[in-house]
């Protein structure tokens, strides 16, 4: 006769989530502050993009970072919006805060690049010299329509930043409970 298994044994724990699946992920700060990423974080990637990347070496890693970004928190929300997350197997709890310190981390040095690239600009470009000598050791060839685009693309990047630093810190919470 065959031994009849222990169903507590054979079982496979459930997903964690304490975020809620459907619509009212939207209505939770977590939600709010996975929009406002998709959001700023599109801004900036278009932002850069029409400045046409005057310095490529700098504003290369910005624009990969905005793009991949921008791809992976809408995936993520859309996991949550459609119910996918809940057939996943996993602790959620810790991939959102994972997913968000790496994300922290990457937007961080964008902000960082761009705001050294806005930096750089020096006034002097349409003024007929030849060579000036820099402020700085970036040497850049801005215009001034080129400058004021990378300067909203800081200011974009760095609400972009704030935002997946108060998702990491809630993710945080929600993963120590």
Partial sequence: MAEATNPDATSVPGPTISL???????????????CLEIVFGGLVWILVASSN?????????VMFVSVTMFVCSSTYLALFLLG????????WNFMDLLYHFIALLFY????VLEAATTSAYSGHADNGTCIIRPSSNIIT?????????????????????VCYGCSMFMGFKRWRK
């Avoid at 996918?84 to 602790?91: E, M």
């Avoid at 215009?143 to 800081?154: L, M, P």
């Fill in 20 to 34: 809620p699946l459907g619509l009212g992920v939207l209505r939770t700060y977590s939600g709010a502050l996975i």
């Fill in 141 to 161: 060839f801005l215009d001034f329509r080129q400058y004021s685009i990378n300067v909203v693309a800081t200011i974009f990047a760095f609400i972009v930043t």
């Fill in 53 to 61: 990347v005057p310095v490529p070496l700098l504003q290369g890693w």
């Fill in 84 to 91: 996918f997350a809940d057939k996943i197997n996993t602790d």
């Fill in 108 to 111: 961080f040095a964008a902000f």
